[in-house]
T-cell receptor, first 119, second 111 residues
């Protein structure tokens, strides 16, 4: 099946700094990618939809100025957590769907996740 | 997208079939049933999806009731590696449509 990678797999940063997380579709092109956040023992929460060549669409309650999303190519989306605080510590997961598959029934493929710890 | 209801947790015996129920009584005619699973500290993994016919692949079988108000995911021979949280999601099958995850069922396969 299709492969989605994330980098880094884990990161520890100091409060107030910014962290960039990359999401890549390795063997397919994705005009749309999704960013999720997952706190311990909770389900995945969609943060935003990343659209290649245009602005991301954020879910209600997600600060777009804090979580900057850039989808500059058909295989790469980045999420930057700006001025990170301990409450931003979480598991961040991206997903992508193959743009070439018709009808939109293509399943989403998820990355392995990035564990962010803000100290 | 229609909401789903799943049991919070269930245990099953290694080597036996695991039957995971999902209720989606408000499903619309153009909504598909998707199943994903998430093994601890990993990203979710796609399992199977269907509209109204039963589906089978190398991982599992999906049985959808005739009225489409519920479905069952069947893992034919559960292994210890099938221990995970299983999510049942219903959504319109159109391009770019997002997935909304509920609480899922925490499945523990025991030897």
């Amino acid at each position: 099946g299709a492969v989605v990678s994330q980098h880094p797999s884990w990161v520890i940063c100091k409060s107030g700094t910014s962290v960039k997380i990359e999401c890549r579709s390795l063997d397919f092109q994705a005009t749309t990618m999704f960013w999720y956040r997952q706190f311990p023992k909770q389900s995945l929460m969609l943060m935003a939809t990343s659209n290649e060549g245009s602005k991301a669409t954020y879910e209600q309650g997600v600060e777009k100025d804090k979580f900057l999303i850039n989808h500059a190519s058909l295989t790469l989306s980045t999420l930057t957590v700006t001025s990170a605080h301990p409450e931003d510590s979480s598991f961040y997961i991206c997903s992508a769907r193959d743009s070439r598959l018709a009808g939109g029934l293509a399943e989403q493929y998820f990355g392995p996740g990035t564990r962010l710890t803000v100290t | 997208d229609a909401k789903t209801t799943q049991p919070t947790s269930m245990d099953c015996a290694e080597g036996r079939a695991a039957n995971l129920p999902c209720n989606h009584s408000t499903i619309s005619g153009n909504e598909y049933v998707y199943w994903y699973r998430q093994i601890h500290s990993q990203g979710p993994q796609y399992i199977i999806h269907g509209l109204k016919n039963n589906e089978t692949n190398e991982m599992a079988s999906l049985i959808i009731t005739e009225d489409r108000k519920s479905s069952t995911l069947i893992l034919p021979h559960a292994t210890l590696r099938d221990t995970a949280v299983y999510y049942c999601i219903v959504r319109v099958g159109s391009a770019g449509n997002k997935l909304t995850f509920g609480g899922g069922t925490r499945v523990l396969v025991k030897p």
